[in-house]
């Protein structure tokens, strides 16, 4: 076979017979080819390799140290003409001494029954602590849990030490709360290390909490009032139960939401305590301690709008069957049966644990309830919010202050009717009023906004008055919750007294540190407020 080349087509044509198709193909090995890298040869002959050190550094050591030492004193010395005549100018001559004290002894003595009799330095203490010149705000405290909740602060209350605050969850602003969960929490302010937004101790209460009151001398036991009318005792100490006492549901329970509560001696038992609580539902009662963590009504009062004394200064008044809400109570600190209640027909009233008339149409109670009504007083535009007995003024003229919704405080003496001094602090409501502990002439007042006119003109929640400055404004107003958020409590501590605790719709707890203006008495203080009541009575 061979190839013949087609000019045509330029291809080659195979010619004759075609070769078989083994003879075509074969297998064969051709040998390896090597090819040498001339970049790797060139670059590497064009490198060198250098090198540089820097010469040598000269060095040298030097010491130094003195050969001799030399020590000198100086002394003055002691003279024995010095000591003598030091001798000669310290003698006594004890003749002519006793002789000046017999010449002078009548009239120091009548000095001295002089000032003994004398009232010119009568209440004041000398206080050695540092001066404070303004109201500082020492601790803000919150529970974050209620204030998710929008839950608000309707309590506060310091306990026997003073050390610890504590402050009740729940909600003052209308609306059937009694089913919504809150809570009660404390904070120890001498704690090292104390977190403002995490409390010491929270306790969950299946219902609003409205008022809390520590304990007196144990420093662990609070009470609280529910809105559903429970009374509940807590034992702080206790992390896991801390429920002690409560009066449960009985027929004896409030029927209405518990506004005040409080601790009265037991004259039985000096070891125990009963427990006072006042509601809208026009009851007053008192309760002791039982087995078994239950608490029982040990005496009962009722305010009825029929047995409350008539006055032909006060017509306003619904006289009738009716029962009359009491909101607030205040103990005289010189009468252990007299006290003050602030109701909600805008009238406060002078009553006494001694009355002996019983109350009218209160059928169903395990004891009689009487009638402990004696005086109304000249009421005010709206309810009687708060009530506080003065701790200062002699028996004689029985001071206490009232606020409501009306915005205004009344000074009130038990002996008249009208009253002494009536404040408009503010267009909206006042919520609480408190005297000072340590002040006669102090008080403190929460509102929910502050006043402007054309007299004078303030802002803030928690304003403090001192009739020394002013009868007619404040010396200080604070503010202290955002916006027009009122502040619903405050309270005094009576053993760290520079310091007010006040809680607020926010869910808020502040704790205030008064200036020195405010927690150290003046001479004749007390004086001052009996010529004060005198002085406008007259």
């Known amino acids: 076979?061979?190839?013949?080349?087609?000019?045509?087509?330029?291809?080659?044509?195979?010619?004759?017979?075609?070769?078989?198709?083994?003879?075509?193909?074969?297998?064969?090995?051709?040998?390896?080819?090597?090819?040498?890298?001339?970049?790797?040869?060139?670059?590497?002959?064009?490198?060198?390799?250098?090198?540089?050190?820097?010469?040598?550094?000269?060095?040298?050591?030097?010491?130094?140290?003195?050969?001799?030492?030399?020590?000198?004193?100086?002394?003055?010395?002691?003279?024995?003409?010095?000591?003598?005549?030091?001798?000669?100018?310290?003698?006594?001559?004890?003749?002519?001494?006793?002789?000046?004290?017999?010449?002078?002894?009548?009239?120091?003595?009548?000095?001295?029954?002089?000032?003994?009799?004398?009232?010119?330095?009568?209440?004041?203490?000398?206080?050695?602590?540092?001066?404070?010149?303004?109201?500082?705000?020492?601790?803000?405290?919150?529970?974050?849990?209620?204030?998710?909740?929008?839950?608000?602060?309707?309590s506060v209350s310091w306990n026997a030490t003073g050390s610890v605050v504590a402050c009740s969850y729940g909600r003052l602003d209308g609306g059937d709360w009694s089913t919504e969960k809150s809570y009660v929490c404390t904070w120890n302010l001498d704690r090292r290390g104390l977190n403002p937004q995490r409390p010491d101790l929270v306790?969950?209460?299946?219902?609003?909490?409205?008022?809390?009151?520590?304990?007196?001398?144990?420093?662990?036991?609070?009470?609280?009032?529910?809105?559903?009318?429970?009374?509940?005792?807590?034992?702080?100490?206790?992390?896991?139960?801390?429920?002690?006492?409560?009066?449960?549901m009985t027929d004896d329970t409030h029927t209405d939401p518990v506004y005040q509560v409080n601790w009265l001696p037991d004259a039985k038992h000096r070891n125990r305590a009963r427990l006072l609580s006042v509601s809208t539902d026009g009851k007053i009662l008192v309760w002791r301690e039982e087995r078994d963590g239950w608490l029982a009504l040990a005496e009962g009062f009722a305010m009825v709008a029929q047995q409350i004394p008539r006055s032909t200064q006060l017509k306003k008044f619904a006289w009738g069957e009716a029962?009359?809400?009491?909101?607030?109570?205040?103990?005289?600190?010189?009468?252990?049966?007299?006290?003050?209640?602030?109701?909600?027909?805008?009238?406060?009233?002078?009553?006494?644990?001694?009355a002996e008339t019983l109350a009218l149409h209160r059928a169903g109670s395990s004891v009689p309830l009487r009638a402990p009504a004696e005086l109304a007083f000249s009421p005010h535009g709206g309810p009687v919010y708060s009530v506080s007995c003065s701790p200062f003024h002699r028996q004689v003229l029985n001071l206490f202050l009232s606020c409501g919704t009306d915005g205004q405080v009344h000074l009130h003496s038990m002996l008249q009717t009208q009253p002494l001094v009536s404040l408009q602090l503010s267009k909206k409501y006042l919520f609480c009023v408190r005297w000072s502990p340590v002040r006669p002439l102090v008080f403190a007042a929460a509102s929910g906004e502050g006043n402007c006119n054309k007299c004078f003109c303030f802002v803030g929640d928690v304003h403090?008055?001192?009739?020394?400055?002013?009868?007619?404004?404040?010396?200080?107003?604070?503010?202290?919750?955002?916006?027009?958020?009122?502040?619903?409590?405050?309270?005094?501590?009576?053993?760290?007294?520079?310091?007010?605790?006040?809680?607020?719709?926010?869910?808020?707890?502040?704790?205030?540190?008064?200036?020195?203006?405010?927690?150290?008495?003046?001479?004749?203080?007390?004086?001052?407020?009996?010529?004060?009541?005198?002085?406008?009575?007259?």
């Open 203 to 248: 306790v969950d209460v299946p219902s609003s909490v409205m008022c809390l009151a520590f304990h007196p001398s144990q420093p662990s036991l609070i009470a609280g009032g529910l809105f559903g009318g429970e009374l509940v005792v807590w034992d702080t100490s206790r992390t896991e139960d801390p429920v002690i006492w409560r009066t449960g």
């Open 323 to 354: 029962a009359v809400g009491v909101t607030s109570l205040s103990f005289s600190h010189f009468d252990p049966r007299v006290f003050v209640v602030g109701v909600e027909g805008g009238y406060s009233l002078k009553c006494s644990t001694a």
């Open 1 to 154: 076979a061979r190839f013949h080349g087609n000019p045509r087509s330029g291809r080659w044509e195979l010619v004759g017979p075609r070769p078989p198709l083994a003879a075509m193909f074969a297998d064969g090995t051709a040998p390896g080819a090597d090819v040498q890298s001339l970049w790797r040869s060139a670059r590497s002959a064009r490198c060198e390799a250098k090198s540089c050190q820097t010469g040598r550094i000269s060095t040298a050591e030097t010491a130094v140290q003195s050969h001799t030492s030399r020590d000198a004193g100086v002394q003055t010395d002691q003279s024995k003409d010095a000591v003598q005549d030091f001798q000669q100018e310290v003698q006594v001559d004890y003749t002519s001494l006793l002789s000046f004290l017999q010449r002078v002894e009548d009239a120091v003595i009548k000095e001295l029954n002089k000032n003994w009799k004398s009232r010119a330095f009568d209440g004041f203490e000398v206080n050695w602590t540092d001066q404070n010149e303004t109201v500082l705000c020492l601790h803000t405290l919150s529970y974050p849990e209620a204030q998710d909740q929008n839950l608000q602060v309707t």
């Open 464 to 538: 403090l008055f001192d009739f020394g400055k002013s009868s007619q404004k404040p010396a200080v107003s604070i503010k202290q919750a955002a916006g027009e958020r009122p502040v619903y409590c405050l309270e005094f501590n009576i053993k760290q007294t520079r310091l007010l605790a006040a809680g607020d719709a926010t869910g808020t707890v502040k704790v205030w540190q008064l200036s020195s203006d405010f927690t150290e008495q003046g001479p004749r203080e007390m004086t001052r407020l009996e010529q004060l009541a005198s002085e406008i009575t007259d």
